[in-house]
């Protein structure tokens, strides 16, 4: 059971926008910054966006964050078939001092 | 450019140790802290450990914390886990993953393709 909470899977046709919602609590996503790491199939994962909302050089603007309260989203606009992969949630958690990860989602692109 | 290289993977028994290495080039390697993450086939991420850029900050998860130990020598850019008491819920691809900060930000800017332990009989 995973301390974040991802829905399992999502899907999307080309050029679609889809998102992946990621709930938490009050001492990890509405406290903490929140992190996202893209999985390709067979591959270690990447770092997609960091503190809620920020993208790493090289990581397409087609990719967004955001932060509420205790949930975050990942947007992805103009759908690829090679955005197809896992992506997890991540974020510091105060009453565990460790860092926690949603349990993944699959992206699917029809 | 960032590169982090996992190896010391492989099949062992179960109540057995191993140990993992990860060698990094491409950033002032003492300047960070560095973390060890671990994937079970067909699961999701689990953290397992972490250490400050000075190896005066370390951090386990429950999960391995009195079997497994992280330790790092900055003169050989090298990043360590050893794995004592192994068990077959310990069989995962063990990543390794720099941190953006010399303490624990709890965040992974850059990982390594991952070495496969798998602990049976």
Redesign the interface.
Same mark, same amino acid.
């Given at each position: 059971q995973?301390v974040l909470t991802q829905p399992p899977s999502a899907s999307g046709t080309p050029g679609q926008r889809v998102t992946v919602s990621c709930s938490g609590s009050s001492s990890n996503i509405a406290s903490?910054?929140v992190?996202w &790491?893209q999985q390709l199939p067979g591959?270690? /994962?990447?770092?997609l966006i &960091?503190k809620s909302n920020q993208r /790493?050089s090289g990581v397409p603007d087609r990719f967004s964050g955001s932060k509420s309260g205790t949930s975050a989203s990942l947007a992805i606009s103009g759908l690829r078939s090679d955005d197809e992969a896992d992506y997890?949630c991540?974020?510091?958690d105060d009453n565990l001092?460790? /860092?926690?990860?949603?349990?993944?989602t699959k992206l699917t692109v029809l | 450019e960032v590169q982090l290289v996992e190896s010391g993977g492989g099949l062992v028994l179960p109540g057995r140790s191993l140990r993992l290495s990860c060698a990094a080039s491409g950033f002032t390697f003492h300047d960070y802290a560095l973390h060890w993450v671990r994937q079970a086939p067909g699961k999701g991420l689990e953290w397992v450990s972490t250490i400050t850029w000075n190896s005066g900050g370390i951090a386990y998860a429950d999960s391995v914390k009195g079997r497994f130990t992280i330790s790092r020598d900055n003169a050989k850019n090298s990043l360590y886990l050893q794995m004592n008491s192994l068990r077959a819920e310990d069989t995962a691809f063990y990543f390794c993953a720099k941190d953006a900060y010399s303490w624990n930000s709890g965040a992974f800017y850059a990982w390594g393709p991952g070495t496969l332990v798998t602990v049976s009989s």
């Amino acid at each position: 059971q995973s301390v974040l909470t991802q829905p399992p899977s999502a899907s999307g046709t080309p050029g679609q926008r889809v998102t992946v919602s990621c709930s938490g609590s009050s001492s990890n996503i509405a406290s903490n910054f929140v992190y996202w &790491y893209q999985q390709l199939p067979g591959t270690a /994962p990447k770092l997609l966006i &960091y503190k809620s909302n920020q993208r /790493p050089s090289g990581v397409p603007d087609r990719f967004s964050g955001s932060k509420s309260g205790t949930s975050a989203s990942l947007a992805i606009s103009g759908l690829r078939s090679d955005d197809e992969a896992d992506y997890y949630c991540a974020a510091w958690d105060d009453n565990l001092s460790s /860092p926690v990860f949603g349990g993944g989602t699959k992206l699917t692109v029809l | 450019e960032v590169q982090l290289v996992e190896s010391g993977g492989g099949l062992v028994l179960p109540g057995r140790s191993l140990r993992l290495s990860c060698a990094a080039s491409g950033f002032t390697f003492h300047d960070y802290a560095l973390h060890w993450v671990r994937q079970a086939p067909g699961k999701g991420l689990e953290w397992v450990s972490t250490i400050t850029w000075n190896s005066g900050g370390i951090a386990y998860a429950d999960s391995v914390k009195g079997r497994f130990t992280i330790s790092r020598d900055n003169a050989k850019n090298s990043l360590y886990l050893q794995m004592n008491s192994l068990r077959a819920e310990d069989t995962a691809f063990y990543f390794c993953a720099k941190d953006a900060y010399s303490w624990n930000s709890g965040a992974f800017y850059a990982w390594g393709p991952g070495t496969l332990v798998t602990v049976s009989s």
